[in-house]
Every structure is written in C-alpha cells, then in structure tokens.
Nanobody, 122 residues
Framework: QVVLIESGGGAVQAGGSLRLSCATSGPIWSAGGLFWYRRAPGKEREFVASIDYKNQITDYADSVKGRFTVLRGDPLGTGYLHMYNLGPEDAAAYYC???????????????WGQGTQVTVSS
C-alpha cells in the first residue's frame, strides 16, 4: 500500500523559512507529477506548487512565486517544498499529492498525504 507522509511543518515568525518534505512508502514503480496544496481554516484547498515527472516543469500559485521552490529528491517518490519569507497568509495545512504507479503495467493513481501544519506569527 502506498502512503505519502509530509513533514517539516511548524511554527515560524513572519519572514522565516521552512522546508516541507513528502516521503512515499510502499511499492513504487514510477512516480508522476508531484503537487503541493494547502488549506487554511475556513478556506478552500488551494494549489501551491507542482513539478512534473521529468523534473523539468514547475508551476506555482501567484501568491507564492519567488518565495517557494518545489523539488524532487531521492529515493523515488520524495518531494520537497522550500518556503521562504513566510507571512501569516501562508499559514495552513500543507498536503502533497502525487501520481504513483505500483507496477510497470499499471496505471497511475493519485495519493494524498495526511498534511503538515504551518503556523506563521506576525
């Protein structure tokens, strides 16, 4: 069974930085696009950043461009979200979402992590 686990959240002051990690456990044959989303209290879940399976194309929400960087790492299925110059508006639960194929002849299925909380004090 594939499980995504986020970590790295915490409490920081405005202007601070955090690095979120997304680790994948379970049978992974191939990893597809990696996405980060967030949900603040009382708000809808929103897209934050993504990186394609070739590590060539990234995309960011306008609100985080120039401050956040999405990366892949090792082992397969690992991802990161580097967050700089955080502000109170960035406080939310952050979730990673990734397409995973568990066999060479299987299709990709998207999995969600349980989320990691980011708190920013002004």
């Amino acid at each position: 069974q594939v499980v995504l686990i986020e970590s790295g959240g915490g409490a920081v002051q405005a202007g601070g930085s955090l690095r979120l990690s997304c680790a994948t456990s379970g049978p992974i044959w191939s990893a597809g696009g990696l996405f980060w989303y967030r949900r603040a209290p009382g708000k809808e879940r929103e897209f934050v950043a993504s990186i394609d399976y070739k590590n060539q194309i990234t995309d960011y929400a306008d609100s985080v461009k120039g401050r956040f960087t999405v990366l892949r790492g090792d082992p397969l299925g690992t991802g990161y979200l580097h967050m700089y110059n955080l502000g109170p508006e960035d406080a939310a639960a952050y979730y990673c979402n990734q397409g995973i194929a568990t066999t060479g002849c299987g299709s990709y299925r998207r999995y969600w992590g349980q989320g990691t909380q980011v708190t920013v004090s002004s």
